[in-house]
């Protein structure tokens, strides 16, 4: 059985660490709430602006809309 890879939700290249640390979580905990609202809002703008000129740009999009869901996840926290 040939397992694809998920390059959007789960690309390899930012898996869970060996202390079970996924980078996302990561880079929240380093920057704090309002910097890591920057920063996914500046991921939504890369993978925008680089669309159709670097890559597979549905690719490209569905991160931009992965980086667009988690801004919106962290906006309506409590």
Do not use: T
């Given at each position: 059985?040939?397992?694809?890879?998920?390059?959007?939700?789960?690309?390899?290249?930012?898996?869970?660490?060996?202390?079970?640390i996924?980078?996302?979580?990561?880079?929240?905990?380093?920057?704090?709430?309002?910097?890591?609202?920057?920063?996914?809002?500046?991921?939504?703008i890369?993978?925008?602006?680089?669309?159709?000129?670097?890559?597979?740009?549905?690719?490209?999009?569905?991160?931009?809309?992965?980086?667009?869901?988690?801004?919106?996840?962290?906006?309506?926290?409590?």
């Amino acid at each position: 059985m040939i397992v694809a890879v998920d390059m959007v939700n789960h690309p390899p290249h930012y898996a869970i660490s060996d202390n079970n640390i996924e980078c996302i979580d990561a880079i929240r905990a380093a920057l704090g709430r309002e910097q890591f609202i920057g920063f996914l809002r500046g991921q939504v703008i890369k993978y925008q602006w680089r669309l159709g000129k670097k890559g597979d740009p549905v690719e490209d999009n569905a991160k931009s809309v992965w980086y667009a869901n988690k801004l919106s996840e962290v906006l309506n926290e409590a």
